[in-house]
C-alpha cells in the first residue's frame, strides 16, 4: 500500500511560480513511478508529467514542457512539481499518483492516487 498526500497548491498570479510536493508513505514507494496529472472544472483529468522510480526517465505534456519539472527524493519519499511562469490554463486541481508498471501517461496506469491540491492563476 502507498498513501499519498499532495500539497503546495495555491492562488498565484500569472507569471508566477509555485512548487507541489507529494508525500508517501508505504514500504515500496521507492519502486513506484510517480506522476502528476490536473483537472480542470468541466475538464477530464490530464497528464501532466512522469518520473520513473530512479528517476533517470521523465516525460512530460507538451503543454507544460520547458515551465514544470518533476523531480524527486526518495529518501523524503517525496515527489515535487515545480511550477514556472503560470497561466491561468494552469488552474486545476492537482493530483499526484503512483504507478507499479512501466508506463504512466494513462490514468489507468496508476495504482495510487493522492487527494489533489488546488491550483488557482489569476490574470
Known amino acids: 500500500q502507498v498513501q499519498l498526500v499532495e500539497s503546495g497548491g495555491g492562488l498565484v498570479q500569472a507569471g508566477g511560480s509555485l512548487r507541489l510536493s507529494c508525500a508517501a508513505s508505504g514500504r515500496t514507494y521507492s519502486s513506484y513511478g510517480m506522476g502528476w496529472f490536473r483537472q480542470a472544472p468541466g475538464k477530464e483529468r490530464e497528464f501532466v508529467a512522469a518520473?520513473?522510480?530512479?528517476?533517470?526517465?521523465?516525460s512530460y505534456a507538451d503543454s507544460v514542457k520547458g515551465r514544470f519539472t518533476i523531480s524527486r527524493d526518495n529518501a523524503k519519499k517525496t515527489v515535487y512539481l515545480q511550477i514556472n511562469s503560470l497561466k491561468p490554463e494552469d488552474t486545476a486541481v492537482y493530483y499526484c499518483g503512483a504507478a507499479e508498471g512501466s508506463t504512466w501517461y494513462r490514468i489507468n496506469d496508476y495504482d495510487y492516487w493522492g487527494q489533489g491540491t488546488q491550483v488557482t492563476v489569476s490574470s
Open positions: 518520473i520513473s522510480w530512479s528517476g533517470d526517465r521523465i
